[in-house]
């Protein structure tokens, strides 16, 4: 039996860790691992066609399932082309292992072809970033790399020569047992009790919830029962709470709706649980705060505290619930469900009841016929820029669907490579990325990798023919728009010619029946929707500071489908308010 070489035995830790396939673009010194996967039916290699869409797929993936994914890419411009999506994966928490194949070990530091040092390359946006420098030192390295990865959430990067990863593995190697799921932090009795004293103590609390409420839906729901708390939410804490929830107060932030805002400032007590919430200029400065967050790095960095609890939010909810006092007087929370309802319906009032007829078609309106169409469990990968702010608006939460996007990183060309991940978890799940078309365009070949792969994504292009969230910018700026326009080609027909489905929608009446054929193709697909460019949002609240980096509008043109839906949960949520 033929020796075992270091690539191969790189390749059974992954598969040992629970990895299933590793995306990158094969070349020189990663050679040497992609014929180890070739030979390994563990692991599958996705062939990408550009590195950068296989990070962005890897943390998709990772955040899909919970589980460790995996990127690769060779020496020098081959894995310096991973660093955007791997930046957008760290700050997703999403725990991905990224392969930094590099030039012969005897050449490092001599001005090599295509030499960097990715040592110092991938520090910012890794938890752990180490070289290989020999054989035995690998299966211990690489162990390191995952578990940061998974324990911390987050990337962990392992450089490897290739003339390293072709040598002999040493003949003793040591199996290591793997961390494989993170723990649940519980906090101290001592941070309960206080947390438990300024909570009977206050007579308005209100919950702020992120992405850190994730598994906590209902741990959330007996809390905010129990004290007649309004529960709002940041952009990625929507998908997680925002569902079967009676004391729903909206989005606070830049795109956010409702009466998030008043009640994060007209509250006693704001508890934020499991947020990074970065816009400190929608947070309160003259309340009492508690922050709840895994992470205890993030705790007070976005506002002043007045205490900071180390914990998960399940966990610490479930030692805090039944110690607190419930509370009996619903004054604050009625009065906040009801300026949330009254706040959805000034937005809908000013909705333009001929939309459905409007040309270019409005977004909102895609936005809104998409999410009445797409599937219960659907999963949408969401372009940065105004497609955030479509998503934000118009797709309903149920506790099935994923919504995942560049939220933190806020990079463009995000929701293509995403989609490839996520579907790559579940064929027989409906993908849905909601792209514009400059993110779109900007790693457009990867279209190709669906075609190649037979991947059913579906692709809802925004198409309106700009940048626009940065048009956006300029105008608050007071600028005039300059270097914004894009001169599209027919997007579907460059489906079509790559061998996919596409269909091209000018009208709002082609719309329905395009997407329905689209989501019934068994294979990949792309509907080209050409959208009104002058479509815009704007927050609940606006302050000049509040505008800083980001484009606001007087337009407020929202759909009954959308925003509509949510006033009638907030409709549904009043008649739950007891009459004087």
């Known amino acids: 039996m033929a020796k075992q070489n270091v690539a191969e035995q790189f390749v059974d830790i992954l598969a040992r860790a629970g990895v299933k396939r590793l995306y990158g673009v094969v070349g020189d010194s990663l050679n040497p691992v992609v014929d180890a996967i070739r030979r390994n039916s563990s692991i599958d290699w996705i062939h990408v066609r550009h590195e950068e869409t296989a990070a962005f797929a890897a943390g998709a993936e990772a955040q899909v399932t919970g589980s460790l994914a995996a990127c690769a890419g060779s020496c020098g411009p081959g894995n310096l082309h991973l660093i955007n999506g791997l930046y957008d994966a760290h700050r997703s928490m999403a725990p991905v292992l990224a392969l930094a194949s590099h030039i012969p070990s005897g050449e490092i530091g001599l001005g090599y072809f295509q030499e960097t040092h990715p040592e110092l390359l991938f520090q910012e946006c890794s938890h752990y970033n180490e070289m290989i420098s020999n054989p035995e030192q690998m299966p211990r390295l690489l162990q390191t790399a995952i578990q940061h990865a998974i324990g911390r959430g987050g990337v962990g990067v392992v450089t490897m020569p290739g003339d390293i990863a072709s040598k002999p593995a040493p003949e003793k190697s040591i199996e290591h ?277 037979d991947l059913p994504v579906k692709v809802v292009l925004f198409n309106n023919s700009s940048l626009g969230m940065v048009e956006l910018e300029m105008l608050v700026a007071g600028l005039p728009s300059y270097g914004t326009t894009n001169k599209n080609p027919d997007f579907a027909a460059i489906a079509r010619a790559a061998g996919a489905y596409g269909v091209r929608v000018e009208k709002p009446k082609q719309l329905q029946s395009a997407l329905k054929d689209a989501f019934k193709h068994k294979g990949p697909a792309l509907v080209d929707v050409v959208t009104d460019p002058n479509a815009l949002s704007i927050p609940p609240k606006i302050s000049a500071d509040m505008v800083t980096g980001f484009a606001l509008s007087a337009s407020k043109i929202v759909l009954d489908g959308g925003v509509g839906r949510m006033l009638q949960m907030a409709r549904s949520n009043l008649r739950n308010v007891p009459r004087p």
């Open 177 to 453: 047992a793997l961390v494989t799921e993170r723990p649940t932090v519980r906090p101290g009795d001592d941070e309960i009790d206080k947390l438990c004293r300024m909570v009977d103590e206050a007579k308005r609390v209100t919950l702020f919830c992120g992405s850190g409420t994730a598994g906590a839906h209902a741990e959330v729901m007996a809390f905010a029962e129990k004290i007649k708390s309004p529960v709002g939410h940041a952009l990625r804490g929507k998908e997680w709470i925002q569902y079967d929830n009676p004391y729903d107060v909206g989005m606070s932030g830049l795109l956010g709706y409702g009466a998030a805002y008043e009640a994060t400032h007209e509250c006693d007590l704001l508890i934020l649980l499991g947020t990074d919430f970065p816009y400190n200029a929608f947070l309160p400065d003259d309340v009492k705060i508690v922050q709840v967050d895994v992470r205890p790095e993030r705790l007070g960095r976005r506002s002043k505290l007045d205490l900071a609890i180390w914990g998960d939010v399940r966990e610490t909810l479930r030692c805090l619930t039944p110690r607190v006092q419930p509370k009996s007087d619903r004054k604050f929370l009625d009065r906040m469900l009801k300026k949330h309802a009254n706040a959805l319906e000034g937005v809908v009032k000013a909705y333009t009841r001929k939309v459905d007829k409007h040309v270019p078609i409005h977004p909102e309106y895609v936005a809104s016929v998409l999410d009445e169409m797409a599937d219960e469990d659907a999963v949408f990968t969401v372009d940065t820029g105004m497609n955030n702010v479509w998503a934000a608006r118009y797709l309903t939460p149920n506790g099935k669907r994923r919504v995942i996007g560049s939220f933190s990183h806020g990079s463009m060309a995000n929701a293509l490579p995403q989609a490839i991940g996520a579907q790559f978890t579940d064929r027989n799940r409906q993908v849905v990325a909601m792209s514009g078309d400059g993110g779109f365009s900007m790693l457009m070949g990867d279209f190709l990798t669906l075609v190649q792969y």
